[in-house]
């Protein structure tokens, strides 16, 4: 069965298609941060930061078992929403984090320390991914589970055929002030000096005094930080998870990371964005089935042009 | 390999006196779970209802495929070589049959699933019967619906043999004027906005999805969600009409239209249905009276002294077997030759049978 194409949908739903686009996109851009910072500082994939995601959804599922907040309640007001999400993001930051600075001492500081191949390190997140989804599988029967929802989805107005719905709206404007906030910590503080530091020259940062144990702990930190306020605003969205859920955002996340340049903060942004937007084009022009295809084709031809991605590598250069 | 497991096989069967099995291919974890726990629970019944008054007590066994075509085959071989077993009860879904019922047939191991609708799984394999209609009955009548809710009914499936193979059926029915648009989504997809768009673009008033629930369940959510197609009627198949759609989807499932070969319990065989609430204190699935049927084949089949695996399939092939609220027997091609299709809706948050079709 061949693919139809249709491409009177990109016209009449043009503006729905986009805006889901960007939404979506910030999501994955709330993940790629975190594959790119990590590779930036340390040359690894952390393939298992896709579970840090998963972790965010369950902790964000959680808050709402732990509030009593049942999938068959109406949305909230929105003042108790602010409230209530401000809690569940924290929670979901804070347990995505944790588990991120606990992956990095188990799974690579050891193998850090001895010098040992970046393949080692590889081999080592590919077995904690899979260590994570299988746990959370049993956890959780591996059922999918529903999360109740936080927010009316009433639109609020519309936008040529888009609706604008308060969560959508939450979402990207959520995601701005984190990489604002992002952008201020790497290029404006000692932190973020050295990130910078170590992503240009790990041994000429440890003969300037820099601790690049405490470096790499904390930007394993921000990148779980960061995952996890994705994975509140991709509940908040989406309202559903499983164990497997970090597999299917993560593999986006890691594409856009790859397209926009990994390594670069502001690569992973311009990455995210344009995923987020293929993705939903293709799928709408081509069926829903052929996105994948799409996007990896799209990937391969820039990384064929242009194998340092979109914007490439830029975070030891100190231009971010 | 395959004249391996087959000279091995009746040996063995010496070393197992009065230990017999039944085995039940399903899913008994994962996404699918309540689906196979479910059915797994009517063969159960049967095996103990059957071993109350039984001079060869028979035990119940399961494999759990998780409803997956990449394990059922490494798992129906650990069947086949089992000494002890006569015969299984699945799977559950099309796909995962498909892949196991060659393995079964190197083993010689006769199988009657409650429970797989694909057409593709007619005349399969001598060892293969199935006790509901397959979905060349259940495909028809799903467009058939479509037709009498609405005008414009817009196709889309989830690439699985079921999903595809069942949308494919309702497409052939449908005429062009009423076909308003398909798409095809992945397994485990949680982003249906571009899906939804192309409903919405296509101005289509029924959307008919061939999948299983846990899909089904965020997909309503997301046409509910949108103003544009918030009142499309939603029509499926049996692979989406579980309990856990209802949980999953909340109210959004209310007034959904599903059908089902599968025939409900409390009205068919309201004995059955006491003891099966007494025995495990919920209420039984879509395919509980169908697992119990299936295994009670198997089981009449043993009470006549058949132990071994031929000498069962033959019993199969051959007679008709009064089971509880249903007859069965099976035909040449191993499907059922009676034929029964269901119409079921969702109401006040419970499954609800609305006609015989």
């Given at each position: 069965?061949?693919?139809?194409?249709?491409?009177?949908?990109?016209?009449?739903?043009?503006?729905?298609?986009?805006?889901?686009?960007?939404?979506?996109?910030?999501?994955?851009?709330?993940?790629?941060?975190?594959?790119?910072?990590?590779?930036?500082?340390?040359?690894?994939?952390?393939?298992?930061?896709?579970?840090?995601?998963?972790?965010?959804?369950?902790?964000?599922?959680?808050?709402?078992?732990?509030?009593?907040?049942?999938?068959?309640?109406?949305?909230?007001?929105?003042?108790?929403?602010?409230?209530?999400?401000?809690?569940?993001?924290?929670?979901?930051?804070?347990?995505?984090?944790?588990?991120?600075?606990?992956?990095?001492?188990?799974?690579?500081?050891?193998?850090?320390?001895?010098?040992?191949?970046?393949?080692?390190?590889?081999?080592?997140?590919?077995?904690?991914?899979?260590?994570?989804?299988?746990?959370?599988?049993?956890?959780?029967?591996?059922?999918?589970?529903?999360?109740?929802?936080?927010?009316?989805?009433?639109?609020?107005?519309?936008?040529?055929?888009?609706?604008?719905?308060?969560?959508?709206?939450?979402?990207?404007?959520?995601?701005?002030?984190?990489?604002?906030?992002?952008?201020?910590?790497?290029?404006?503080?000692?932190?973020?000096?050295?990130?910078?530091?170590?992503?240009?020259?790990?041994?000429?940062?440890?003969?300037?005094?820099?601790?690049?144990?405490?470096?790499?702990?904390?930007?394993?930190?921000?990148?779980?930080?960061?995952?996890?306020?994705?994975?509140?605003?991709?509940?908040?969205?989406?309202?559903?998870?499983?164990?497997?859920?970090?597999?299917?955002?993560?593999?986006?996340?890691?594409?856009?990371?790859?397209?926009?340049?990994?390594?670069?903060?502001?690569?992973?942004?311009?990455?995210?964005?344009?995923?987020?937007?293929?993705?939903?084009?293709?799928?709408?022009?081509?069926?829903?089935?052929?996105?994948?295809?799409?996007?990896?084709?799209?990937?391969?031809?820039?990384?064929?042009?242009?194998?340092?991605?979109?914007?490439?590598?830029?975070?030891?250069?100190?231009?971010? | 390999?395959?004249?391996?497991?087959?000279?091995?096989?009746?040996?063995?069967?010496?070393?197992?006196?009065?230990n017999y099995k039944l085995y039940f291919?399903?899913?008994?974890?994962?996404?699918?779970?309540?689906?196979?726990?479910?059915e797994y629970n009517g063969v159960k019944l049967a095996i103990k209802d059957y071993n109350k008054t039984a001079?060869t007590k028979i035990d119940a066994d399961a494999?759990?495929?998780?409803?997956?075509?990449?394990?059922?085959?490494?798992?129906?071989?650990?069947?086949?070589?089992?000494?002890?077993?006569l015969g299984v009860i699945?799977?559950?879904?099309?796909?995962?049959?498909?892949?196991?019922?060659?393995?079964?047939?190197?083993?010689?191991?006769?199988?009657?699933?409650?429970?797989?609708?694909?057409?593709?799984?007619?005349?399969?394999?001598?060892?293969?019967?199935?006790?509901?209609?397959?979905?060349?009955?259940?495909?028809?009548?799903?467009?058939?619906?479509?037709?009498?809710?609405?005008?414009?009914?817009?196709?889309?499936?989830?690439?699985?043999?079921?999903?595809?193979?069942?949308?494919?059926?309702?497409?052939?029915?449908?005429?062009?004027?009423?076909?308003?648009?398909?798409?095809?989504?992945?397994?485990?997809?949680?982003?249906?906005?571009?899906?939804?768009?192309?409903?919405?673009?296509?101005?289509?008033?029924?959307?008919?999805?061939?999948?299983?629930?846990?899909?089904?369940?965020?997909?309503?959510?997301?046409?509910?969600?949108?103003?544009?197609?918030?009142?499309?009627?939603?029509?499926?198949?049996?692979?989406?009409?579980?309990?856990?759609?209802?949980?999953?989807?909340?109210?959004?499932?209310?007034?959904?239209?599903?059908?089902?070969?599968?025939?409900?319990?409390?009205?068919?065989?309201?004995?059955?249905?006491?003891a099966y609430?007494?025995e495990?204190?919920?209420?039984?699935?879509?395919?509980?009276?169908?697992s119990y049927n299936a295994a009670w084949f198997f089981l009449q089949a043993i009470k006549?002294?058949?132990?071994?695996?031929?000498?069962?399939?033959?019993?199969?092939?051959?007679?008709?077997?009064?089971?509880?609220?249903?007859?069965?027997?099976?035909?040449?091609?191993?499907?059922?030759?009676?034929?029964?299709?269901?119409?079921?809706?969702?109401?006040?948050?419970?499954?609800?049978?609305?006609?015989?079709?």
């Open positions: 069965m061949g693919a139809t194409l249709d491409f009177s949908i990109l016209v009449s739903e043009f503006a729905s298609l986009t805006f889901d686009g960007i939404v979506v996109g910030a999501i994955y851009a709330l993940v790629a941060l975190g594959y790119t910072l990590v590779y930036g500082v340390l040359r690894l994939i952390n393939f298992a930061h896709s579970e840090i995601f998963m972790i965010g959804t369950m902790a964000c599922y959680a808050v709402t078992l732990a509030l009593g907040i049942s999938t068959d309640a109406d949305p909230l007001v929105m003042s108790s929403f602010v409230l209530v999400f401000s809690l569940i993001i924290v929670i979901a930051g804070l347990a995505s984090g944790a588990s991120a600075v606990v992956l990095e001492f188990v799974a690579y500081r050891r193998l850090r320390k001895m010098k040992a191949s970046r393949l080692s390190s590889l081999i080592s997140a590919i077995g904690a991914s899979f260590f994570l989804t299988e746990l959370f599988r049993i956890l959780t029967d591996s059922k999918n589970i529903a999360f109740p929802r936080l927010i009316d989805k009433e639109p609020i107005f519309v936008i040529s055929s888009a609706y604008v719905t308060a969560d959508k709206l939450f979402v990207i404007v959520g995601a701005a002030l984190l990489f604002f906030i992002l952008n201020r910590v790497i290029n404006h503080s000692k932190l973020g000096l050295g990130i910078r530091a170590v992503s240009q020259d790990e041994t000429t940062s440890v003969l300037m005094g820099v601790n690049v144990n405490r470096v790499v702990s904390l930007t394993f930190l921000i990148g779980g930080i960061l995952a996890g306020a994705g994975s509140a605003f991709y509940m908040v969205f989406y309202e559903t998870t499983k164990a497997n859920v970090g597999f299917l955002v993560g593999v986006s996340a890691f594409t856009a990371a790859v397209l926009g340049g990994i390594g670069n903060v502001r690569g992973a942004l311009v990455g995210s964005f344009a995923l987020g937007l293929i993705q939903q084009y293709s799928s709408a022009v081509l069926g829903y089935n052929w996105r994948d295809v799409v996007t990896f084709v799209i990937l391969v031809l820039v990384l064929l042009v242009k194998p340092t991605g979109l914007l490439g590598e830029a975070l030891q250069r100190a231009r971010v | 390999m395959v004249g391996v497991t087959v000279a091995v096989a009746p040996s063995a069967h010496a070393a197992c006196a009065g291919q399903g899913a008994l974890t994962g996404p699918y779970a309540e689906t196979g726990i479910n001079s494999i759990d495929t998780q409803a997956s075509g990449s394990q059922s085959p490494a798992l129906a071989k650990k069947v086949v070589d089992d000494e002890c077993a699945g799977g559950m879904y099309s796909g995962e049959t498909l892949a196991a019922v060659p393995v079964y047939e190197g083993g010689g191991v006769p199988v009657i699933s409650p429970s797989a609708t694909n057409p593709a799984l007619t005349n399969k394999s001598p060892v293969f019967h199935r006790v509901v209609a397959n979905d060349l009955v259940q495909g028809p009548a799903l467009a058939t619906i479509s037709k009498r809710v609405g005008k414009k009914i817009f196709v889309v499936d989830d690439a699985t043999p079921y999903g595809k193979g069942l949308a494919k059926i309702v497409k052939l029915n449908l005429s062009k004027s009423q076909l308003a648009g398909t798409d095809a989504v992945t397994e485990g997809t949680t982003n249906f906005s571009s899906v939804v768009s192309k409903v919405k673009a296509a101005k289509a008033d029924v959307v008919f999805y061939g999948g299983y629930y846990p899909e089904a369940a965020i997909f309503i959510k997301a046409l509910r969600d949108n103003p544009a197609t918030k009142n499309v009627k939603f029509v499926a198949g049996d692979g989406v009409l579980d309990g856990e759609y209802i949980k999953l989807a909340g109210k959004n499932a209310e007034g959904s239209f599903l059908t089902a070969p599968g025939l409900p319990m409390k009205t068919a065989a309201p004995k059955l249905y006491k609430k007494a495990y204190k919920k209420e039984p699935g879509l395919y509980t009276l169908e006549k002294g058949n132990t071994t695996r031929a000498s069962i399939n033959k019993f199969i092939d051959e007679e008709v077997i009064k089971g509880v609220g249903m007859t069965m027997s099976f035909g040449p091609s191993g499907d059922s030759e009676s034929i029964v299709m269901n119409e079921y809706t969702i109401k006040n948050g419970q499954m609800v049978w609305v006609r015989k079709l």
